[in-house]
């Protein structure tokens, strides 16, 4: 029976805590944002990822808007980014008027290639985005380097990096802002939600304001000021706090989640290295000063067709694969909104090429299965 069971690309995993503490919310009677739970959750954000402070926000693409926001961008600023990303990740600087500029992506990690970051500085440029793909981190030290020398902000997308490190440090935790996503196709899921994590202190004070629909209302509960109103712009960015307590059970449960996820991982890595040997295809590549959460397993097939065909062959075996970004830069909004610095090969290449493979937690069972699929398919 379990031979013939449909293997989904992904399954949201669930504690088992996430109702009790819903109900607890209920129970508590405040259900509007920034109750127990949320503050809960910006705690454990802070410890873990070393933050200075950590908001809730209602997805990733939120938190980046709110650094679009707390940058200050203004029409025709140009903000530094690959392609090779989810929209969000240039939609919230368009929204304020700024022009994406796409930079090449690396071929072993398939992250923004930092060579090629700084010959695409313009005096228009305002700031940096690198995305850390598959949970795996970009070239940090370089990019901070460069983002110094031109008095550029440098804004994580950590979507996919919670529980990665770069040399030690918490991706998201790096920049001068991080974004996290919970949405539940990532490791730590809320249905839909996120966080930013502002590091430099500078931002702290206005991203509470601009999250709170432009008033100073953080600073009124603290007894900071004695009356709470419109200060700033800004829109309502905070979850309710049944969302927080769903994350809640979530985050008390990370490192067993990550530990799951890596243990996946590394049985699909080894049982797929002799099909790398033999030249069938390529796996992913951690470059050493990285730890990753395990957030995605892919391979490299030869082209677009055989992928295809790949697809296909798996699917008729009741396997779910996927593949990934269409590149920005080609897509009908990328072409009005933004531009590609040059020719972006490897992005063009790598993504007709990419496979997701399925990983959730509770897939141990038939991991064999997808990879004995995988060969035939070959
Ligand atoms: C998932 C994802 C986002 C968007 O996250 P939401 O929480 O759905 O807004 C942004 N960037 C990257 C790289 C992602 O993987």
């Known amino acids: 029976m379990t031979t013939t069971a449909h293997i989904p690309f992904n399954k949201p995993f669930m504690t088992g805590r996430e109702l009790w503490y819903i109900a607890q919310?209920?129970?508590?009677?405040?259900?509007?944002?920034?109750?127990?739970?949320?503050?809960?959750?910006?705690?454990?954000?802070?410890?873990?990822?070393?933050?200075?402070r950590a908001l809730l926000t209602h997805s990733c693409t939120a938190a980046l808007e709110m650094a679009a926001l707390l940058a200050d961008l203004r029409e025709g600023d140009e903000v530094i980014m690959p392609s090779y990303t989810f929209v969000s990740t240039a939609n919230a600087f368009a929204l304020r008027g700024a022009v994406p500029v796409f930079v090449d992506i690396r071929p072993d990690t398939l992250n923004i290639d930092e060579t090629k970051i700084e010959a695409t500085i313009t005096p228009r440029t305002r700031m940096i985005v690198p995305v850390h793909y598959a949970g795996v981190a970009c070239e940090m030290d370089t990019i901070m380097d460069i983002a110094r020398r031109h008095n550029l902000l440098v804004v994580e997308d950590a979507a996919q990096g919670i529980m990665s490190t770069y040399k030690g440090r918490a991706l998201g935790s790096i920049g001068h802002m991080g974004a996290y996503s919970f949405h539940e196709t990532k490791n730590i899921i809320a249905g839909e939600g996120g966080a930013l994590l502002v590091n430099d202190p500078v931002y702290a004070e206005r991203a509470e304001i601009i999250r709170e629909k432009g008033t100073n209302r953080?600073?009124?509960?603290?007894?900071?000021?004695?009356?709470?109103?419109?200060?700033?712009?800004?829109?309502?960015?905070?979850?309710?706090?049944?969302?927080?307590?769903?994350?809640?059970?979530?985050?008390?449960?990370?490192?067993?989640?990550?530990?799951?996820?890596?243990?996946?991982?590394?049985?699909?890595?080894?049982?797929?290295?002799?099909?790398?040997?033999?030249?069938?295809?390529?796996?992913?590549?951690?470059?050493?000063?990285?730890?990753?959460?395990?957030?995605?397993?892919?391979?490299?097939?030869?082209?677009?067709?055989?992928?295809?065909?790949?697809?296909?062959?798996?699917?008729?075996?009741?396997?779910?694969?996927?593949?990934?970004?269409?590149?920005?830069?080609?897509?009908?909004?990328?072409?009005?909104?933004?531009?590609?610095?040059?020719?972006?090969?490897?992005?063009?290449?790598?993504?007709?090429?990419?496979?997701?493979?399925?990983?959730?937690?509770?897939?141990?069972?038939?991991?064999?299965?997808?990879?004995?699929?995988?060969?035939?398919?070959?």
């Open 218 to 378: 953080s600073q009124f509960f603290r007894g900071q000021v004695d009356k709470y109103t419109w200060v700033d712009i800004g829109s309502s960015y905070l979850p309710g706090e049944v969302i927080a307590a769903f994350l809640w059970a979530q985050m008390e449960e990370a490192d067993s989640i990550t530990t799951r996820r890596l243990a996946l991982w590394h049985q699909y890595d080894e049982l797929l290295a002799p099909l790398e040997e033999r030249g069938l295809l390529r796996r992913p590549r951690v470059p050493a000063d990285c730890v990753h959460n395990a957030h995605m397993y892919y391979i490299l097939l030869d082209s677009l067709e055989q992928r295809t065909r790949v697809i296909a062959s798996l699917k008729q075996q009741g396997i779910s694969s996927v593949f990934h970004y269409v590149p920005l830069h080609s897509a009908p909004a990328g072409l009005r909104h933004a531009r590609a610095h040059g020719e972006l090969p490897h992005t063009d290449g790598l993504s007709e090429r990419l496979l997701r493979l399925p990983l959730w937690v509770g897939l141990e069972e038939h991991l064999p299965r997808v990879v004995t699929a995988l060969k035939e398919a070959l």
């Open 25 to 52: 919310a209920h129970t508590n009677g405040h259900l509007s944002g920034d109750g127990a739970f949320t503050k809960r959750c910006h705690g454990w954000l802070e410890q873990k990822a070393g933050s200075r």
